[in-house]
């Protein structure tokens, strides 16, 4: 008998002193601080179980999340936040042994979003929070909406990708998300420096935003164009090549049923027009028709006029503009295009992309496509509505006919004002192009 109590007290020392084995581990924390929130990525050996409470009675305010059976992998010490929002990540005793209790202190109370991700692509299991508040001051050099003048001609650049989602990888390493940023960035200062044009970035850092809420954001700003950034990529090394994607017709009537049951949004596109109450919508449905045929139609206009550039610059993948069914591309308020800049997964064109001379030419061509378009299509009120004639400098292979159909004018029009007497031109020639006619 007490040989059976003395075996029963060593396997209860035994259970005290051996620690609880955790069923998952938390392998990773990754922070990504964006102007309207702040996304804290938990990456896991398995599918997380978690709960969460808030302490909101002191400053700093405290997101407290419990993994029950759970390791924690990561020096958090080594963890530095960049968000306004998010000061510090540190742990605290958990409920249970074997499980982990992360704090997540807080600039100001917030009403977390939290969902879990299973594995996808180069991801594995993710406890994904969503922290809302601004928590990233815009690049200086990036207007913000309000910095906006009210009839500049207004471009909505949406660099792909971002944060935890890093599009297509090259050979060498390179990510999608960058490259674009980059091209965004340098598109962008050609617009501002243009004193008849202005642009928003949709992304102008290192974030992720949901591919719904990119074409709502160039909604909210009035845009009258929206220009998408990507790199193409592919499963093997071949392909190579730009295109250009607009508004398939697919999408575009997905698009209308979607309008049609959400008269706030459908106000916004008809240009504050409150939507019609009425049995069979037969009015709504004919405003944002007449107003979805003139953004594809715009949009594939203008996207003719990119490519055009494009082609003096680089491969071509596609010599037309492609139909496509993408989220980017979903706006009936105004045209919109996703540029693709080459296949970064071909070895040529990844280093191509990674250099900082390509990536102004690619964006030059951009600004110079989408400049034409405007001289020839000016909103009304915009300075290039009002001015009575623009400058062009003349490019290799263009000619009077040529600078006569893209700019709606004609050859005489060109050379009364700037009194040619004959039809010749030469590269690197200034020229003052009339209005249209």
Known sequence: MQRFFATVMTLVLVAFVLPVQA?????????????????????????????????????????????PSTAL????????????????IRTSTPKLPGSTRIVLELDKQVDPVIQ?????????????????????????????ADDLQERKVTIAIDAGHGGEDPGSIGPSGTYEKDVV???????????????????????????????????????????DLLVSVHADGFTSP??????IWVLSNRRASTEMGRLLENKERLSDVLGGVPA???????LNETLISMSMDHAMASGYEAAN?????????????????????????????????????GFITNPTEEQLLRSNQHQQKLARAIYQGVRSYFMRRPPDGTM???????????RSGESLSILAQRYNTSIAAIKARNNLNSSVIQIGQVLEIPSPE
């Open 305 to 341: 006029d990119v490519l055009r550039e494009l082609k003096q610059i680089t491969r071509m993948h596609k010599s037309k503009p492609q139909h496509a069914s993408l989220a980017v591309l979903t706006s009936t308020a105004m045209p919109s295009m996703l540029v693709e800049t």
């Open 181 to 223: 940023l980059k091209v965004a960035r340098a598109l962008a200062k050609m617009i501002n420096d243009d004193p008849g044009m202005q642009a928003y970035l949709i992304r102008s850092d290192d974030y992720y935003i949901n591919l719904n809420e990119r074409p709502r954001k160039a909604e909210r700003i009035k845009a």
């Open 384 to 394: 290039f509505a009002n001015n009575r004639a623009s400058r062009h400098v003349v």
């Open 73 to 88: 992998n990561v020096n958090l010490d080594q963890l530095e936040s960049k968000s306004l929002l998010l000061s510090n």
């Open 238 to 243: 071949q392909p190579r090549g730009a295109s």
């Open 276 to 282: 019609v109450e009425n049995e069979d919508n037969f």
């Open 116 to 144: 879990v991700l299973p594995p996808q692509q180069m991801h594995g299991h993710r406890l994904v929070v969503d922290l809302p508040g601004a928590s990233l001051k815009r690049d200086a050099a990036a207007l913000s």
């Open 23 to 67: 069923a998952n581990t938390i392998k990773n924390i990754r922070m990504w601080p964006s102007p309207d929130n702040t996304r804290v990525v938990f990456d896991m050996a398995g599918a997380p179980e978690y709960s969460y409470f808030s302490l909101n009675q002191s400053h700093p305010y405290r997101l407290v999340i419990d993994f």
